[in-house]
């Protein structure tokens, strides 16, 4: 099993930048591709970025590409997702999530329905 604790949100100006952390417990975390979602109020969860299990394939939504680094320090347990040049329409609560069973070593995953544990997200307002 794995528990996911994002933290590293907060209100920010346009053209600022955050990062996002997210900590995982548990040994399922060295064999589980990672990924970062965002809801905003009304929409569905949406991919931001992902991350293989080897951190060395890594996906970025059109949104967020070129402003945003997604990476993984295994053995902290940690993944990351460094935020640039943040807009007004990033607004929204990222959440971190896991696939802890049948990732392949060197693939991202795009579909929410693909990880199976999500920590509870942490919220990034940005400010125009």
């Known amino acids: 099993q794995a528990q996911l604790a994002e933290s590293g949100g907060g209100l920010v100006q346009a053209g600022g930048s955050l990062r996002l952390s997210c900590a995982a417990s548990?040994?399922?975390?060295?064999?589980?591709?990672m990924g970062w979602f965002t809801q905003a109020p009304g929409k569905w969860r949406e991919l931001v970025a992902a991350v293989s299990i080897s951190g060395g394939s890594t996906y970025y939504a059109d949104s967020v590409k070129g402003r945003s680094a997604i990476s993984r320090d295994n053995a902290k347990n940690t993944v990351y997702l460094q935020m640039d040049s943040l807009k007004f329409e990033d607004t929204a609560v990222y959440y971190c999530?896991?696939?802890?069973?049948?990732?392949?070593?060197?693939?991202?995953?795009?579909?929410?329905?693909?990880?199976?544990?999500w920590g509870q997200g942490t919220q990034v307002t940005v400010s125009s």
């Open positions: 999530a896991a696939r802890t069973r049948g990732s392949q070593y060197g693939r991202t995953y795009s579909q929410p329905n693909e990880y199976d544990y």
């Open positions: 548990g040994r399922a975390f060295s064999t589980a591709a």
